[in-house]
């Protein structure tokens, strides 16, 4: 949403080595550290983070290789660039997340996914970084994905490796299109948001509730929720952090009253 305050800490560390040094610190002197994907499904509160805040975005956490129908991807490189990397490959099944923003990492500790499917069935394998400073893998029986939600809840995701399967090169970019297609027709990606803002309670599409409870278009501040999709909130140059939580609530009060709903919020707020 590209709002918020900032991080007392920021870092970027350049290998997997420093990385394992800066949280070791963290660790050892108490001080908070989270690790920031590609920020596309997170708001900031305006105050902002207290603590450290630590991003993969050197190549050395980006690095994404095919080995026969397995794709290994760093926590740090898009999910965009996986896909394309697997698709160039011939291989099928990650295109299913097509249009999806952000990092690998983000994707796996969210379980990242749509009607076609989440990034967590792809998944053979994860290396994950403890709050210790530890290095593990953590082979695909041993994790556990649901809707929007995963397992790999370590303080670091640093690499996974995804089971494709080969497919025709036509039919796989066929689908994705389709699938993007259908994004770019429904939701407002060309605006400033962070997805959906709610899960969809089970059996319930949280945008069709907002939508006919009326409140497409309303505004609070430089935030609205989007005409073109009611579970995203979009924002203008100026908004605040402040603007758009008002907004959460205003939805949830609303769903809760009128359908006696209790939506959970679907994105990380820091
Ligand atoms: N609908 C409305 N009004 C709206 C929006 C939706 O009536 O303003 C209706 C649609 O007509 C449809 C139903 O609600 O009948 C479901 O809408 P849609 O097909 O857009 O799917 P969704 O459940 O809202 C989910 C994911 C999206 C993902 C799409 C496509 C959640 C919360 N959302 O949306 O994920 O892109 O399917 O696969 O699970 C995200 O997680 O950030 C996200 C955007």
């Not at 991080?7 to 690790?35: G, M, N, W």
């Not at 893998?137 to 303080?155: H, M, N, T, V």
Request: hydrophobic content about 40%.
């Amino acid at each position: 949403m590209k709002l918020g305050g900032p991080a007392q800490y920021f870092l970027t560390p350049r290998s997997r080595d420093e990385l394992v040094r800066v949280v070791k610190y963290c660790h050892q002197h108490k001080i908070a550290a989270r690790i920031l994907g590609g920020g596309s499904n997170l708001l900031v509160r305006d105050e902002g983070v207290s603590g450290a805040v630590i991003q993969l975005t050197n190549p050395a956490f980006s690095e994404v290789t095919v080995t026969g129908t397995s794709v290994t991807a760093g926590a740090g490189a898009l999910l965009s660039h996986v896909l394309s990397v697997a698709v160039k490959a011939e291989l099928a099944g990650l295109e299913n997340l097509a249009g999806i923003p952000g990092t690998v990492g983000g994707a796996l500790h969210g379980n990242a996914g749509g009607r076609n499917g989440d990034i967590g069935q792809y998944v053979h394998k994860a290396t994950i970084l403890t709050v210790d400073g530890i290095v593990h893998e953590r082979p695909a029986e041993e994790l556990s994905f649901a809707y929007r939600q995963s397992s790999l809840d370590e303080l670091v995701i640093l690499e996974a490796e995804f089971l494709l399967q080969k497919d025709d090169p036509d039919e796989i970019t066929q689908r994705l299109r389709k699938i993007w297609i259908m994004k770019k027709a429904s939701q407002p990606l060309s605006s400033q948001s962070a997805g959906c803002i709610f899960k969809n309670p089970r059996g319930l599409s949280a945008g069709s509730l907002i939508d006919q409870a009326g409140l497409k278009g309303t505004r609070i501040g430089k935030a609205e929720i989007s005409d073109r999709h009611a579970n995203f909130i979009v924002t203008e140059e100026g908004a605040s952090s402040a603007d758009v939580l008002k907004l959460v609530d205003l939805i949830r009060s609303k769903i809760a009253d009128k359908y006696g709903v209790d939506l959970q919020p679907e994105i990380n707020i820091w």
